[in-house]
């Protein structure tokens, strides 16, 4: 039972639930309905798709564990209660249920692409799992690089089903109808993974401000560490700017639909928690601090994924 409640923990069960969500929102509230309007199947079929939400969270699950195997020392610094390797769960355990983890999830991904004939998702996947590996030995101890490489995984979760229907547009002949159905489907997937690419680019930077004493024990050349705390809190309020930005202009551009609910929505539960965000940014001093203001963006990105269902009612 100790070993189930620590293996849940380190694979975070949490986020790989709103992994899952993220596509199937994106997929049933945007996608099947507009290809429904246009006759036109997916490439993706349910039943692939699932299997694709399956190996997205088998390889998500497996990035967490190699990330905490390769943290224990930091973790112990920045999270002593929340590390579970070599405590509860041995090292050469968790090496292994990452390789299982990622092999699994890398056979799904084969199978679909096979099936499919979407030979990019096994390929896309199969890169996750290296860079996912790569993140964690050692680009997240250095400058930039690994938030920006963390922040394209996450917008890789809806645009790895936006590629699967820009096949149409490039290697096919449509009609005015599907080509306005996939144009759709990938603007909107360009905005959402947009959302997510920034948002995340403002939680890890945030995260990085939290775990900063632990980092700075280890070597680790992250932006606080490297630029200081408040050119770092300067990197933030930019990006949070211009999210509001993009999100207020999108909101006036989906007003002349009369679409008052998600305005409403949008403007509630997404652009003033964000504003509440650059507010406490400046005055945030200590790790929990910024714990609660990585909470809050994370809340953000949970109700931006969540407006996709007016999508369902309104397209």
């Known amino acids: 039972m100790r070993f189930t409640a620590a293996l849940l923990k380190l694979i975070r069960l949490p986020n790989l639930f ?30 692939n798709f699932i299997l694709l939400v399956v190996a997205s969270v088998l390889i998500a699950a497996a990035g967490y564990i190699i990330n905490d195997y390769f943290d224990i020392n930091i973790d112990e610094v920045n999270k002593p209660r929340k590390n579970v390797i070599d405590q509860v769960i041995s090292r050469r355990w968790a090496m292994l249920l990452h390789f299982i983890l990622s092999g699994a999830g890398l056979l799904i991904s084969l199978y679909i692409s096979w099936n499919t004939g979407l030979w990019y998702i096994v390929l896309a996947n199969f890169a996750c799992i290296g860079l996912l590996f790569g993140y964690s030995v050692s680009l997240k101890r250095k400058l930039l690089s690994g938030n920006i490489l963390i922040s394209l995984l996450t917008a890789w979760v809806i645009l790895i089903l936006c590629f699967s229907e820009s096949y149409y547009l490039f290697y096919t002949n449509v009609n005015a109808v599907t080509l306005e159905a996939h144009s759709k489907i990938i603007r909107i997937g360009y905005l959402y993974a947009g959302f997510a690419f920034i948002s995340s680019l403002i939680r890890e930077a945030i995260k990085d401000m939290e775990d900063r004493l632990g980092d700075a024990k280890y070597g680790c050349r992250t932006m606080p560490i490297v630029w200081g705390l408040n050119a770092a809190k300067v990197y933030v309020a930019v990006w949070l700017v211009v999210l509001i930005a993009i999100l207020v202009i999108v909101q006036f551009y989906v007003l002349q639909f009369r679409w008052w609910l998600p305005v409403t929505y949008s403007f509630a539960l997404i652009v003033a928690p964000l504003l509440y965000i650059f507010y406490r940014l400046f005055s945030a001093v200590t790790p929990v601090d910024f714990h609660q203001l990585s909470r809050w963006i994370k809340t953000v990105m949970l109700t931006g994924i969540l407006s996709m269902i007016f999508f369902y009612f309104f397209l």
């Open 18 to 47: 709103f992994i899952a969500l993220t596509q199937v929102l994106f997929y049933r509230a945007i996608l099947l309905p507009l290809l429904e309007k246009a006759g036109q199947e997916p490439r993706i079929t349910p039943f």
